[in-house]
């Protein structure tokens, strides 16, 4: 499975982070978060880029897929626990509440479940599923972890 993929032009947002190839100066691909002129780059590849050129969006623009790496970064944590199909991992926010996060890394499906105690007892456990759905790469599991209020 290819580590990369070519981003549609509906993922590109001032913050994104992707690569771009620079074919000017280093001709090598660049970590880079977007801004006003790279995603103005990026709408001029997808209307005049061919696919026969350099100057297609394939040859410009790659995300990365995410993985145990950068989810660890992405949460602050290290040494998730898992295998090179399925990561399970929590994140504990205090003594009452965590969440618990499944990602299958083949598929790019995220759940996150999460996890109420009351009274401080093990058996009295609530448990929400409040997300279950793709999350191709680290950008939008910024956004959901936003949007989710979960820091």
Not at 132 to 151: A, D, F, P, Y
């Amino acid at each position: 499975m290819s580590k990369f993929y070519t981003p549609d032009i509906s993922e590109f947002y001032v913050g994104f982070e992707c690569e771009f190839f620079n074919i000017t100066t280093t001709k090598t691909w660049l970590p880079i978060i977007c801004d006003v002129d790279y995603i103005s780059i990026a709408y001029d590849t997808f209307e005049h880029g061919s696919n026969f050129d350099d100057d297609s969006i394939e040859q410009t623009f790659r995300v990365k897929y995410l993985n145990k790496r950068e989810i660890e970064t992405t949460l602050n944590r290290k040494q998730l626990k898992g295998d090179n199909i399925d990561l399970n991992f929590q994140l504990i926010i205090n003594d009452n509440l965590f969440y618990e996060f499944d990602y299958n890394i083949n598929n790019k499906i995220l759940e996150i479940e999460k996890w109420t105690t009351y009274n401080n007892e093990e058996n009295n456990n609530r448990v929400h599923t409040i997300f279950r759905g793709e999350i191709k790469n680290k950008s939008e599991l910024i956004i959901l972890l936003n949007k989710l209020n979960i820091k």
